[in-house]
């Protein structure tokens, strides 16, 4: 009887343990799903492992074309002559890239932000890149500079006097 209930107690946690697994394989899988950036698994020489579905309409490949590409086949050719050995350079540079570029099926360019960290699996140390496109960020941003360059130009050749007052002083006069 002890016995029995030894195996039937273990059968339980085995069960459970399971369940637990594959409740924390799913919740992953949501939080990868869920992501606006890119995600990408490669091995540190560069060979791409997996992604998430933003990386193939971030890049513009199908599953079959960006599984057989190395990660810098998606870095324009000025920044791999100014860094050989990107991965490595990536990682020197803390593994944060701000407004940087990367390149589509395409071949057309856009502004990045790039996160890369190392992490060990059971086959061996691989990076993982998380990459934002910033292009409306940029588009945002100009949009702003032309304004204020309108705004500046208008204020500059008026006529009339033009004064910007805030918190008891002044900030703009022309």
Known sequence: MSF???QVAMAIDRKRSEQALRDSQKRNELLVAASKDAILIGTMDGAILDFNDVSLEMYGYTREELLKLNIVDLIPEDILEAHPEYIQWEFEQGGEIHDARNKRNDGSEFPVDVSMRQATTKEGPVFIAYVRDITEQ?????VIVESEEKFRALAENSAAGIFIHSGGRHIYVN
């Open 138 to 142: 940029k588009m945002a941003a100009q």
């Open 4 to 6: 029995v209930s030894n």
